[in-house]
Structure formats: C-alpha cells, structure tokens
C-alpha cells in the first residue's frame, strides 16, 4: 500500500459525498455519451438510454436527487457513480478517479483535487484573483470560512446549470399554502409566517424547500438573470449557522448584489428615489413587498469593491444617490460609517434614519408606514 495514497475513511466519506451531491449527472451522462438529453419539467430530464436501442427516451433523470433509472432496461440506473461504472464497464475506484478528473470545477474540498491534474493556468489565474479579493474582504470584516472558499468562478460555460427549483409552490393554491401545505412547501409557510411575507412575494422570489439540507433556497442571479448560486436559509433554530452560501459553483458573494438584475430594470424608480442598499434577503423582501423596487441587498454589512464598481456605476448613470439603509446594530452601524467614507467621494450617499422604537433594529421590522415617513 502506498502511504502518499491513503485517506483516513472519514475524509473518503466527505469527499463521496461532496460528489454525489455536487456534480450534476446530467454532466455525467453527457460526458459519458448519452445524448438526446431533454428537460421535460424543472429538474427532470429524459434521454436516450445507451444500453439498448432506444427511439422514445427511456431514461428518466431526476436531477435535484441526482440519480437516473431506464424504465426499459434498468442496467442505467443510480447516482453519478453507478452511472460512470455501467458506463466505463470499471470498478468503483477508477468511477470516482474519472468523476475528480473530469468535474474538479464541482468538488470543493482539496483533496478531491489531485495533484497531478493542475488546472489551466487561466483559471487558476482568475481562481487566485478572487482568492486574494475575497481575503482582502476579510480584513475588513471577518467572513466564515465557508464563505471565503476559493470558488470555481471561471466557467461560465457552466451558468444555467443551477436549476430554478421553485416550481412546486405555483402548482398550489393559496388556500392550501397557509392552511394545509404539503411537506415540501412548509417550511416556506411558516417562514412567510415568521417574516410577514405574502404568498405573492414567496413566489416572486423563487424560494423552495430542500428536505435534504433542511434549507429554504434562495435563488442568487447574476445580473444577466442567470441562477448563479443557492444560498440555504436554516429551517431549523438550533442549527448553528443561518445562512449558507455555497463553495462551490459560479456564485461570488464580492461581486453579485441580491436582486440587482431587477434593480437594473428599474432605473427610473432609482433617478426619483435614490438605490437604496440594505444587508439581508428579508428586509429586501420586506421592502419589495412594500413596494420600494429600488432596493437591494449587499448580503453582508460592507461593500466589496466589484459590488461598488457597479453601485457607482448604475447610480452615476440614472444621476441619483444611494439610501443606505443597514441594520440598525454595531455591525451595521460600523458598515454605515466605512461604506459611506468609501462611496461619498464618487456618488451622494444618505442614510436613512431608524425610528426611536428599540424593536425595530432592521430594515424588515419597519412597518408601511414608518418607511413611508423615512422615504418621504
Ligand atoms: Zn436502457
């Protein structure tokens, strides 16, 4: 046995797993030489099977659990790695070999990227750019671990592959929403519940469940529109962390701005009434709901420089000013001070005032009327 070679099983586990979640199968298949690959609804695909002759696609894919099943000949079936061993006729250990080869963009975790594969050097270029970017954030304001992962940002090829998983929610309604919600959509009741959101707006925003993670989804776009990244929102109090962005994949916290494609559509509203920066997701909600379409979210309480570059630029645009409108806590008032010194010198910066009501600290606990009397 050679020792360079050995893993403790645990990090074997990790590694699997990270896998069989992260890497699409429908990539897999492709990669493999299954073809006529179609989306039949969000999420599921057929295609035609390889292992016999196929005219009417008989293998089913169901990408948000990963795995595939021929309904004809049930030789191609299961998750990424039974695929790459029926197909490549090999062992498990040569399936997974060929799976970290072939799909490192996917696999977060260094030791799922073996030494003597090294990327092309412009990738690794641009991967080590948004290494330095993201830990130069960090002298600013200390980012979880999980969020400062070097992240496989330089292949765009790969935009589109996060599919919008929101459908389950338009196919109910209303009634059964609040009053009977089947499993899979409650959690989405009761955080509509907990946050005053209506059904509209849990809509609008594209969230969904994911039993496996336990997480509300939030949908995180580019500002072409494209799905980059799904940002999972605890479902559980007691889980330790609130929000988890993810490592891997195409979504860059520096530089996307929540909801900024929509902003981008509403530059009028943005000349007559300023870009108004808040931290979270719900006071983004909250305030849309409220109508105030001129908002977005930094997802944190500091500007990163790409996330400036394109405030100042669509403020300078529609020749208007920023609201900035962070929580009303230490931390937010410490991102008050160092995003206005930062911003005041290129565009007009106001910030919005918080009433003298010791439960409202965010942007989300403000009523109708008390942002009607800040805003006007
Ligand atoms: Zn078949």
Redesign the pocket.
Known sequence: MNPTKWKPKEELMDEKNEMKKNIPIVEVLKSLGVSGIVETSPGRFKAL?P??E?HSP??HIDAEKNVCN?V??G??KGDIFSVAMTLKKTGFGEAVKYLRKNFSAYISSPSASPASSPKPPAIEQVANHVRTEISSLGVVSPVRKEENAPLAAAQPKLYGAIKDRSSKIHKIPEEEFWNNPPPLIAPLRNLAREKGLTFETVKYFGLSYSQQENRVQIPIYNDQGEIVGLVGRRNNPEDEIKYKFPQERFLRKGLEIYWFHEALKNQGLIKKHGLTLVEGFSDLWKLWQNGYKNTVALMWNRTAPDQERKIVELVKECKSWINLFLDNNEAGRLGQVEITERLITKIPVRVIPYPEDPQVTEPEHFSGAQLKAVFN
Request: charged fraction near 20%.
């Open positions: 099977c292992l016999h196929d008989s293998l021929c004809v000949c030789k191609l």
